[in-house]
């Protein structure tokens, strides 16, 4: 996973690649950092799906205009477009296999 630049520009990242995954998170918050663990773990699998860290503190209004209010939080953008947004307490494996049959579709069309 690769931490967000100052100097990079997020709507170019998501529209640059068909399937985008992005953290906001904290430095200093440890469910941020067991999520962000468990999403280097699939992106073995997964190598073609980039990825990104967004750490809130340092872009706080970057984070508001993505709807990010609470951490952590994934989102996977697809075409340019969030398919799927999952915040606060929830199911990393859930999102991970939702993400999975979305590449599963893409790859068959």
């Known amino acids: 996973m690769r931490y ?8 170019k990242l998501i529209h640059a690649n068909r399937v985008v995954i992005m953290q906001f998170g904290n ?11 468990k999403l280097e773990a699939w992106r073995k699998k997964h190598s ?9 503190e340092e872009f706080p209004n970057l ?3 993505h709807g ?12 340019g477009k969030c398919a799927l947004k999952i915040v606060g307490y ?6 991970l296999k939702k993400t999975e049959r ?3 579709i893409m790859q068959n069309q």
């Open 90 to 95: 929830f199911s990393l494996e859930e999102f």
């Open 68 to 79: 990010i209010f609470s951490i952590p939080a994934v989102c996977l953008y697809i075409d």
């Open 102 to 104: 979305y590449l599963s």
């Open 63 to 65: 984070s508001a205009q």
């Open 48 to 56: 073609e799906v980039p990825m990104y860290y967004i750490p809130v």
């Open 27 to 37: 430095n200093s918050c440890a469910p941020c950092a067991a999520v962000m663990a």
């Open 4 to 11: 967000f630049a100052k100097d990079e520009n997020i709507k």
